[in-house]
Structures are given as structure tokens and as C-alpha cells.
């Protein structure tokens, strides 16, 4: 935060009120910001309550139009919200959109978390324009047109306070990780739309929460997926996709144990599977929202499977798709 708030607050001045949400923080970031940036307004919450539901009740707490929802490892630019505002104010139809996501580390590239603009397969691996699985283009330009997406990527992500308050938010449940994919398959579900915009960009970190290889993560990642499928599945498609995910699961969990020694990754997606197992009826309700809005067309959910594409297709980048 020390190093990024300044840049939000130096190219967002003239366009948004900015406010610093603190999940129960014990490293003196709200005293650090009422001496150095008294100007910010502050939400203290009484707990770690995790990504979605800290937003959630942060943004309660808040009145306007659109929300931008961004991580405290974020670089923006300037002028990086006007063209968000400007697609936003043009297209009533538009319910969330993103800026381009480059690295922090190397600005000529996407950065992992949302490159720009998000889709997922048939089975629920996401993947986006200029990101697939581990290999992360540079960015010269070939994904700069405006597109529809089926998720925008949390780390940035605008979204009008109609719209959230309509589908409920992000559902805590998940507590971190698929959340916002889940949201704007949400949103997609009920008509919305959700849309790239890669004349805004801002750098990103990333993995600051919890780095790659972290047990944690890969458990979350993995029970939060299955979750998702779950709740927004249509029906004559529910059975087939989980049962593919349960041979892929498997599969994966041991390629991690016996390719890669991590015995940690392999506990974590068993226990992933357990837990999800355990709670997906928690669910049911969700999925109602098939019976009261009907079959929804989303085509940026592909019929296609991304890992035979990428792995045995040897397709590598989203424009070879």
C-alpha cells in the first residue's frame, strides 16, 4: 500500500473518492495512513474476514454509482479510469469491465491475474487474452480492441453498485480466490455483461497474498472451482462436467506428488474435493437462478476443453485459439 496508494491517489484525484478497506490489520497500516494520507477515507472492519466478504462489507459502507474494486498491489496510470467511466457511462448493458493487467516486473508484459479480460472452458479452467495457464504473452498490442469477457479480474475490477447489490456480492463463502469469477458469471447469467477495456491499464503485482506453490492457495483454488461449477452449471450439463473434474482433479493431484514431490499441493486438492463435497448443497439455492432466468447463451464460456488446446493442441496464446 505504501508504495502504490500514492499513484492511486495522484491519477484518480478528479474521478473517485478513494477508500482503504482494513480487514483487522496488525502492521500499523491505518495509523501509517492517518499520518501520511489523512485525506483517505478509512473502513476498519472488526476481523479478517477474507476478499469477498471484506469488500462486501466495505462497500456497504459506500455510496456511488461504480465501485472499483483494487488490490493494494496495484500501479495505476494516468487518465486510467476515464476510459472505464466513459464505457461504462456509454453501455447500460455493461455491468463490470478491466483495465489491460500488465506486470509490475516487466511492464511488456500481461500479469497472470487478468492480462486482459478473462474466459473459462467447458470444464471451468479460466484462462484469458494474453494468459494461458503458465504461459504469459508480452503485450504488443494484439489484444488492445475491446471485448466481452466472462470475468474481469478482482484485482481491478469496476463494477456498477447496482449491479452488486443485485446478485448478492461476492459470496463470502469463498473467502479468497474464484471469487470474482464467480461474480461475473453472475452477472453473465442474468444477461449482464462484462467487459475489457485495454485503453485503461494499470501493473500489477501479484501473488502477494499468497504466493504460488502455497498449499493454501492451491486448496482454495481448487474447492472454490468446484464451487462455482456447481452454482452456475445449467442443469443438462452438471452431471458430465463433475465428473470430468473428478478424473482431472485426481489427475492433477498426483502429477503433483509424483512429478513434482509436493506432497503439500497433493493433500490440498483431496481435501479440497472432501470440503466440497461436504458443503455443495449449501449451494442449492444458488443454482435456482437457471429456473428463474432460463437457458443463458454465454459464449465466453468455450464448449472446448483449454487443457487439451493447450497441452496436447500445443496452442499457447489466446489468438491461436
Not at 119 to 144: A, K, L, M, S, W
Not at 213 to 222: A, C, E, Q, R, V
Amino acid at each position: 500500500m505504501e508504495r502504490y496508494l500514492p499513484t492511486v491517489l495522484e491519477h484518480s484525484r478528479y474521478d473517485a473518492v478513494t477508500y482503504v478497506a482494513d480487514n483487522a490489520s496488525t502492521d500499523g497500516s491505518l495509523d501509517w495512513l492517518s499520518t501520511h494520507h489523512p485525506e483517505v477515507k478509512t473502513i476498519p472492519l472488526d476481523k479478517n474476514w477474507g476478499f469477498a466478504e471484506g469488500y462486501n462489507k466495505a462497500l456497504a459502507q459506500v455510496d456511488a454509482e461504480y465501485f472499483v474494486l483494487l488490490n493494494s498491489d496495484v500501479e495505476v496510470t494516468p487518465h486510467w479510469l476515464e476510459p472505464l467511466i466513459d464505457y461504462m457511462d456509454n453501455n447500460a448493458d455493461v455491468a463490470a469491465c478491466q483495465p489491460k493487467l500488465l506486470s509490475v516486473a516487466n511492464k511488456k508484459a500481461f500479469e497472470y491475474a487478468g492480462a486482459c479480460g478473462g474466459f473459462i472452458d467447458r470444464y471451468g479452467y479460466p484462462f484469458c487474452r494474453g494468459r494461458i495457464f503458465e504461459t504469459v504473452e508480452d503485450d504488443h498490442g494484439q489484444y488492445d480492441n475491446v471485448s466481452d469477457v466472462l470475468w474481469a479480474t478482482g484485482a481491478c475490477l469496476m463494477i456498477r453498485s447496482r449491479d452488486y447489490a443485485d446478485v448478492g456480492g461476492l459470496d463470502a463463502r469463498f473467502f479468497a480466490h474464484s471469487e470474482e469469477i464467480d461474480l461475473c458469471w453472475r452477472l453473465r447469467l442474468r444477461g449482464r455483461r462484462v467487459v475489457c477495456v485495454p485503453s485503461s491499464q494499470v501493473f500489477h503485482v501479484g501473488g502477494g497474498t499468497l504466493p504460488k506453490g502455497n498449499p493454501m492457495k492451491t486448496y482454495l483454488n481448487f474447492r472454490n472451482n468446484l464451487t462455482m461449477l456447481y452454482k452456475n452449471l445449467p442443469d443438462r450439463e452438471l452431471k458430465s462436467v463433475m465428473r470430468m473434474r473428478w478424473f482431472l482433479d485426481y489427475v492433477a493431484a498426483f502429477q503433483m506428488l509424483l512429478l513434482q514431490g509436493n506432497w503439500g499441493d497433493f493433500k490440498a486438492v483431496l481435501k479440497a474435493r472432501r470440503d466440497f463435497k461436504r458443503w455443495k448443497h449449501d449451494f442449492d439455492d444458488a443454482r435456482k437462478v437457471h429456473s428463474q432466468v432460463g437457458e443463458v447463451s454465454i459464449p465466453e464460456r468455450t464448449d472446448y476443453s483449454i487443457l487439451w488446446k493447450y497441452h496436447v493442441r500445443g496452442k499457447k496464446r489466446f489468438s491461436d485459439l
